[in-house]
């Protein structure tokens, strides 16, 4: 099977630099029309150069591919509906979203200062959320659409010195859990990349050996595959040095208590024995309450 875009239309955030570029020129290769936005900043989100994502498009169409640029930030909703606007009526329709522009602000929560904190977060997640919104009624309108968010294994796991990023990255999880339950009827698939690839972001961060490991080719091959039409929906797949790997939010089997030791000391007492991952599940759905039997959506509103 070969994954072909052709006469699909793709948008990509970030698209000027690092995994974006890369997105953005492999997309176009694979012959989809490019929309691609860049606000031309650091990886902190310092500064705006608007020529680096023109040089993208520029290099889309040397290769015979047809491309549109973006220069507004994520986070300037009007500027994020001009876009699409913009990419409609070019192209007739939008396919494709990769919400892949982010920033990462280093540094122990100690000495963070909560307007940093929210920056992060405004770009990471609100940013992603107003582009999928903007996006939204026009892939629901055309029976399909293919959103892909950005986590980083920084917020599925436990890493100290980036608690905006870890809390934005895995808000996005949550964003798109609930986008693929919303959009499965629509035709509307939406998973979630967690890379690792050597770029400006993870140049500073990562050792030398393992920078020389991280290839941007693995992240492309597993973003471009949960974007096309075969993508299966409300994955977390890692990508990174030639591996793949799919996560899950799971839950123990957990127990049941008597009456009685339904007090924090019970809890604490039987804290191992709820722990055990022996059996874990990832649930579809509600399940903490109901567990075999998972509440629909239409139950719980
Ligand atoms: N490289 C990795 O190993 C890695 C690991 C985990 C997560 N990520 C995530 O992958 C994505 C791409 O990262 P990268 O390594 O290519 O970094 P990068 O810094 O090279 O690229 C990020 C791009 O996003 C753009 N951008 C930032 N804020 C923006 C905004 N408000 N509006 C529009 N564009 C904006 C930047 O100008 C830049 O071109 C990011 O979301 C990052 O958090 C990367």
Redesign the pocket.
């Known amino acids: 099977m070969t994954i072909d875009f052709s006469g699909q239309v793709a948008i990509v955030?970030?698209?000027?630099?690092?995994?974006?570029r890369e997105y953005a020129l492999a997309l176009a290769k694979r012959r989809a029309r490019v929309m691609v936005?860049?606000?031309?900043?650091d990886?902190s989100?310092r500064g705006n150069d608007v020529g680096?994502v023109e040089q993208v498009v520029q290099e889309i169409r040397n290769g015979g591919g047809e491309a549109l640029s973006s220069d507004?930030?994520?986070?300037d909703n009007a500027g994020v509906l001009d876009m699409v606007e913009r990419t409609v009526r070019q192209w007739g329709r939008v396919d494709i979203l990769i919400n892949?522009?982010?920033?990462?602000q280093s540094g122990y929560f100690a000495r963070a200062a909560m307007a940093d904190f929210r920056q992060v977060v405004e770009?990471?997640l609100i940013?992603s959320a107003l582009c999928s919104h903007a996006v939204w009624h026009h892939m629901r309108r055309q029976g399909f659409g293919r959103i892909l968010m950005?986590?980083?294994?920084?917020a599925l796991y436990p890493v100290p010195g980036a608690a905006s990023?870890a809390a934005a990255?895995l808000g996005l999880v949550g964003l798109m859990n609930a986008l693929s339950a919303e959009g499965r009827r629509d035709g509307i698939c939406v998973n979630t990349i967690?890379?690792?690839?050597a770029?400006?972001?993870?140049r500073d961060i990562v050792g030398t050996a393992d920078l020389a490991r991280?290839d941007t080719a693995t992240v492309v091959a597993a973003a471009l595959y949960l974007v096309s039409a075969e993508a299966p929906s409300g994955a977390i797949l890692a990508a990174?040095a030639k591996r793949y790997e799919r996560a899950y939010i799971t839950h123990t089997q957990g127990l049941e208590l008597p009456e009685l030791s339904l007090q924090p000391e019970g809890v604490g007492a039987h804290f191992e024995a709820i722990s055990d991952r022996f059996g874990d599940e990832a649930p579809q759905g509600f399940h903490a309450v109901a567990r075999g039997h998972l509440i629909s959506p239409g139950d719980s509103r």
């Open positions: 955030t970030g698209g000027a630099n690092g995994l974006g936005n860049d606000l031309g900043c990886s989100g680096a507004c930030s994520v986070t892949n522009a982010g920033i990462l770009v990471n940013g950005t986590t980083s294994e920084g990023y990255k967690a890379p690792a690839a770029t400006r972001m993870t991280m990174g």
